[in-house]
């Protein structure tokens, strides 16, 4: 098999790489004099290591262990701490949420 040559004669190549499912990239080789094999080499290493690293981050946190009370005890009382509304019982204070009452530090 001959490889297609360009106005110099010397054979070109064409290597599709494809490293995503949506993504192809072209490339095209062109063996030269001036173009070694080192150069190449060191241009497709600079291209990863600029492509599939990542200034983003992504930290997981894990959830905190959270006490949820669905109904508030009977001898409960309301406690006001800097404007905001808080459940007292058992000596522990509650939050009010859509879910219960949340324990929380104060």
């Known amino acids: 098999m001959s490889l297609p040559t360009n ?14 499912s949506n993504t192809a990239i072209l ?3 062109a ?3 001036n173009m070694t ?3 190449f080499v060191i241009l497709i290493s600079m291209f990863f290591l ?7 981050t992504h930290v997981a946190t894990e959830p ?5 009370v669905k ?18 019982w058992n ?7 859509r879910r219960g009452f949340v324990l929380v530090n104060i």
């Open 27 to 29: 490339l095209t080789i």
């Open 71 to 88: 109904k508030a005890p009977r001898n409960h009382k309301i406690v006001t701490v800097k404007g905001k509304r808080y459940y007292f």
């Open 64 to 68: 905190a262990q959270v006490t949820i």
């Open 7 to 20: 106005k110099q004669g010397t054979s070109n190549r064409i290597i599709t790489i494809k490293p995503f």
């Open 31 to 33: 063996t030269q004099n």
């Open 50 to 56: 600029f492509n599939l690293s990542s200034c983003a």
């Open 37 to 39: 094999m080192r150069r």
């Open 91 to 97: 000596g522990k204070h509650y939050k009010k949420t």
